[in-house]
């Protein structure tokens, strides 16, 4: 079977690697001539780990090709994926679906034989049969049915979470596309995972609900933080308190700064913004949508605090500017609400990332010190603010930092470090959710 991806971002490009892994020829598409110009010569245009020697050893073995020209990949395709993005759109917070339908507008002209369009974008209820509505429009004649088919890869772990997922869901009503599906995944079925065949509607539903919950599932942890703060209890005992009911499970009771990225922060929004439509409300969701984005801003304050009330004239060092380690995604990232407001307050800006460094430029204000590692942001720093969990970082000795610093003060807004060491090193530490006694 011949497979053709539509838009080839961070979900795009690792779905068509690892499908090409899996056998197929695929093709991936783009409009971005710069993207497809440096994939054609074997640059991978995002810090994905693994994924630069799956492209390079797929384009070898002539399964996977890149190409600005949508009309000649989608001719010969089996199956043609839908991989665009879908952000919040400016000024109502519903999914901007205007290049899932321009995808989907530009393939119907070019449908020969029987193909599977499948949306692998999140897309709210009704958007599949949407797009088989403008299949059809575009192109009467066309023997084409639709699928949907949410993603659930995270970012960071993208290889292994596209090759061995927990389940796959495919939403479709039509038999023959169910075959084609089964096809495509049938290397998975293989391993034994679970793949859920339901209706084009709850598939769409399905991711949404998924994302939602694991949106919740972090900012209660993270209002447990706030409680334990105020109670001198310590967060990440009860996490595993909790996390050890396996009811309850461990994954994603993480304290922190408050969920950005690419997914979590529009599509809780975009849940929101469904039940309105439909006369509903998913009030739970609206609650972490609010909190969250309080949560963000104020980590500013409580870098000022842990100052002594005023970053006027200090140095801050900030140490990890990407959304989580293991990714140069910038989209909602902590930083960008951070980095201003401290700014605003006064402060000089020392930042270093080790991958997201060209993706942060365009989004902080000028003025940020750009630095080429951890050790030269920190340096002469009054205070240092871990916030994005990168190993680079775990593994910094507290007593060089504190060595390298003007000031004393760490906040550690992801607790990577042992309070007990940092306050050996002598520095006066800030974490979230954890008694400062030790
Ligand atoms: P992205 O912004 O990284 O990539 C989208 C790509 O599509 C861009 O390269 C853009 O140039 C291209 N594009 C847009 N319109 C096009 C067209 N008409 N023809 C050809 N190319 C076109 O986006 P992403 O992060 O890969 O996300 C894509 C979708 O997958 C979104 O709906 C997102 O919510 C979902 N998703 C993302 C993740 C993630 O971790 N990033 C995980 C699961 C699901």
């Keep these: ?39 054609k010569n074997g640059e991978i245009p995002i810090y994905e780990p693994g994924l630069d020697d799956l492209v390079a050893r797929n384009a070898a073995a002539g399964r996977l090709d890149f ?114 599906m089964r096809g495509l995944y049938r290397p998975l079925y293989l391993l034994e995972t679970p793949i859920l065949f339901t209706s084009l509607e709850t598939s769409e539903l399905i991711k949404y609900a998924a994302n939602a919950f694991l949106a919740v599932k972090i900012s209660y942890i993270n209002q447990m933080a706030d409680l334990c703060e105020k109670l001198g209890a310590d967060v990440h005992d009860v996490a595993k308190g909790m996390g050890l009911d396996k009811r309850i499970g461990s994954k994603f009771l993480h304290p922190g700064p408050g969920y950005g990225g690419s997914c979590f922060p529009k599509d809780t929004l975009a849940l929101v913004k469904t039940a309105e439509d439909c006369g509903g409300s998913i009030s739970i969701v609206e609650e972490v949508v609010r909190y969250n984005n309080g949560r963000k801003i104020s980590m500013s304050d409580r870098v000022i605090d842990a100052a002594g009330g005023t970053v006027e004239g200090k140095k801050v060092a900030i140490l ?60 002469s720093a009054d205070v240092t603010v871990i916030v994005t969990e990168w190993n680079e970082f775990r593994a910094m000795s507290p007593a060089d930092m504190a060595g390298a610093m003007r000031g004393n003060v760490l906040v550690d807004l992801r607790n990577i470090y042992d309070p007990a060491a940092v306050m050996k090193a002598g520095l006066n530490l800030s974490n979230i959710g954890r008694s400062q006694q030790v």
């Design 1 to 39: 079977m011949k497979i053709t991806i539509i838009g080839t971002g961070y979900v795009g490009l690792v779905s068509g690697a690892c499908f090409s892994e899996f056998g197929f020829h695929v093709t991936c598409v783009d409009k971005d001539s710069s993207k497809v110009e440096r994939l």
């Design 67 to 180: 190409t600005l020209d949508l009309a000649s990949s989608v001719r010969d395709a089996d199956a043609v994926f839908i991989a665009v993005g879908t952000p919040a759109r400016r000024g109502d917070g519903h999914a901007d679906l205007s290049y899932v339908y321009a995808a989907a507008k530009e393939i119907a002209g070019h449908l020969t034989g029987y193909t599977v369009v499948v949306t692998k974008s999140t897309v709210p209820v009704g958007t599949g049969r949407k797009v088989a509505a403008i299949l059809h429009e575009t192109n009467p004649g066309a023997d084409v049915d639709v699928a949907s088919n949410p993603e659930f890869l995270r970012e960071g772990s993208a290889i292994s979470d596209f090759m061995r997922p927990d389940r796959v869901v495919v939403g479709t009503d039509s038999e023959r596309a169910h075959d084609v």
């Design 320 to 379: 990890g500017l990407a959304f989580k380690p293991e990714t140069d995604d910038m989209r909602d990232s902590p930083a960008l609400d951070i980095i201003p407001r401290l700014m605003a307050a006064g402060a000089g800006i020392s930042a270093y990332d080790p991958a997201a460094m060209e993706q942060a430029r365009p989004l902080l204000p000028e003025g940020v010190s750009y630095c080429t590692s951890a050790a030269e942001a920190v340096s």
